[in-house]
T-cell receptor, first 113, second 117 residues
Framework: GENVEQHPSTLSVQEGDSAVIKCTYS??????FPWYKQELGKGPQLIID?????GEKKDQRIAVTLNKTAKHFSLHITETQPEDSAVYFC????????????FGAGTRLFVKA | DGGITQSPKYLFRKEGQNVTLSCEQN?????MYWYRQDPGQGLRLIYY???????QKGDIAEGYSVSREKKESFPLTVTSAQKNPTAFYLC????????????????FGPGTRLTVT
């Protein structure tokens, strides 16, 4: 089955700097890679996703890159702001019909003002 | 407003009691999921359902039960057999994977924090 590893577990940056979170996956058949943001005491929310037919996707200050050969994908946040402080999860489908999603362990991002 | 709701937000129970967590969605999603989240950890799948009257065990189903009698509702019962039930429980929904489409984004509810003493 799919295995998703995420690092770092904690990341602290200065406001305005960039943050990068990386994930690796094991199943070469995986075709969908979402990133979720979870604020304290709330449920996760999708912030960006990418499918395996593209290598990069951007949405304002956030971007995701995918390297299918190396089986890793990364979240990039530029010009970080204090409201970016949260836990971020990457995920990939377990390809038993794609019904299960395997989540990374999460990265706690602190943006210092 | 379309969305997914969970109630209650906080729940306290005594050890040995069964407790049912509510999850309702009006997004017209076929698929629904229950996850457990422990402090500082990721999401672990308890049960999932792709269609009404059908559901499958996830990775940590022992001590839990579910039902899916309506498309909109997917309640989770934490039974007394669950050895460590104190956790944050998240419900999610999504469009179902089909032969030509998916997987899709999961929409999460706000969660229920269960404390058992």
């Amino acid at each position: 089955g799919e295995n998703v590893e995420q690092h770092p577990s904690t990341l602290s940056v200065q406001e305005g700097d960039s943050a990068v979170i990386k994930c690796t996956y094991s199943d070469s058949a995986s075709n969908y890679f979402p990133w979720y943001k979870q604020e304290l005491g709330k449920g996760p929310q999708l912030i960006i996703d990418i499918r395996s037919n593209v290598g990069e996707k951007k949405d304002q200050r956030i971007a995701v890159t995918l390297n299918k050969t190396a089986k890793h994908f990364s979240l990039h946040i530029t010009e970080t702001q204090p409201e970016d402080s949260a836990v971020y999860f990457c995920a990939a489908p377990q390809n038993t019909g794609g019904f299960k999603t395997i989540f990374g362990a999460g990265t706690r991002l602190f943006v210092k003002a | 407003d379309g969305g997914i709701t969970q109630s209650p937000k906080y729940l306290f129970r005594k050890e040995g009691q069964n407790v049912t967590l509510s999850c309702e969605q009006n997004l017209n999603h076929d698929a629904m999921y229950w996850y457990r989240q422990d402090p500082g950890q990721g999401l672990r799948l308890i049960y999932y359902s792709q269609i009404v009257n059908d559901f499958q065990k996830g990775d940590i189903a022992e001590g839990y039960s579910v039902s899916r009698e309506k498309k909109e509702s997917f309640p989770l019962t934490v039974t007394s057999a669950q050895k460590n039930p104190t956790a944050f429980y998240l419900c999610a929904s999504s469009f179902a994977v089909t032969g030509t489409g998916g997987p899709y984004e999961q929409y999460f509810g706000p969660g229920t924090r269960l404390t058992v003493t």
